[in-house]
């Protein structure tokens, strides 16, 4: 247990559905993180919240739309999705930004596209 | 920050030590070296960092080069448990972005 996590494990969505992610830290963090692993590669950084503030976006297309209402959670929503989107979608938060803080990361949702 | 590099596969006898190189030549004066593994199905999970001293902790002992163009993660007494992808990872101090940038990692086996 790594006091971050994340909502569902597993999702199986159409091109033409909405849904979100949803990811909750317990460690009272201050930034938090998408990243996104498909499959053979490397993870990619997504989003970066840090207070509540979007200071990151990996030029992500827009039909990733994350929100943060607040420090303890982030949502990824998603809407009109393609099949390469398919990967595991993996959360993150740490105390604070810079070299020295630590990430700690959820156990992922793993997204399939059909 | 600088690129690493690592080599994509590596076995270990379980109850041995487990010593994963990383490559970091360009390496600059203000970035640390962090070191985080994946197992399978999992998240990343931190394990140590260091800038220019050696670091030990519960999970593993990270040696840096004098030069610090490259350093060596240790796992003293690997287990099965340990199999997982290890990445290292180089970020700078002032890393405003807070960017962890993941490369290939070395998948590590431990085999009975």
């Known amino acids: 247990e790594t006091g971050v996590t994340q909502t569902p494990r597993h999702l199986v969505m159409g091109m033409t559905n909405k849904k979100s992610l949803k990811c909750e830290q317990h460690l009272g963090h201050n930034a938090m993180y998408w990243y996104k692993q498909s499959a053979k590669k490397p993870l990619e950084l997504m989003f970066v919240y840090n207070f509540k503030e979007q200071t990151e976006n990996n030029s992500v297309p827009s039909r990733f739309s994350p929100e943060c209402p607040n420090s303890s959670h982030l949502f990824l929503h998603l809407h009109t999705l393609q099949p390469e989107d398919s990967a595991l979608y993996l959360c993150?938060?740490?105390?604070?930004?810079?070299?020295?803080?630590?990430?700690?990361f959820g156990a992922g949702t793993r997204l399939s596209v059909l | 920050d600088a690129k690493t590099t690592q080599p994509p596969s590596m076995d270990c006898a379980e109850g041995r030590a487990a010593n994963l190189p990383c490559n970091h030549s360009?390496?600059?004066?203000?970035?640390?070296v962090y070191w985080y593994r994946q197992i399978h199905s999992q998240g990343p999970q931190y394990i140590i960092h260091?800038?220019?001293n050696n670091e030990t902790n519960e999970m593993a002992s990270l040696i840096i080069t004098e030069d610090r163009k490259s350093s060596t993660l240790i796992l003293p007494h690997a287990t099965l448990r340990d199999t997982a992808v290890y990445y290292c990872i180089v970020r700078r101090a002032n890393n405003a972005g807070n960017m962890l940038t993941f490369g290939g990692g070395t998948r590590l086996m431990v085999k009975p």
């Open positions: 360009t390496i600059s004066g203000n970035e640390y």
């Open positions: 260091g800038l220019k």
């Open positions: 993150a938060s740490s105390q604070e930004m810079g070299a020295k803080n630590i990430q700690y």
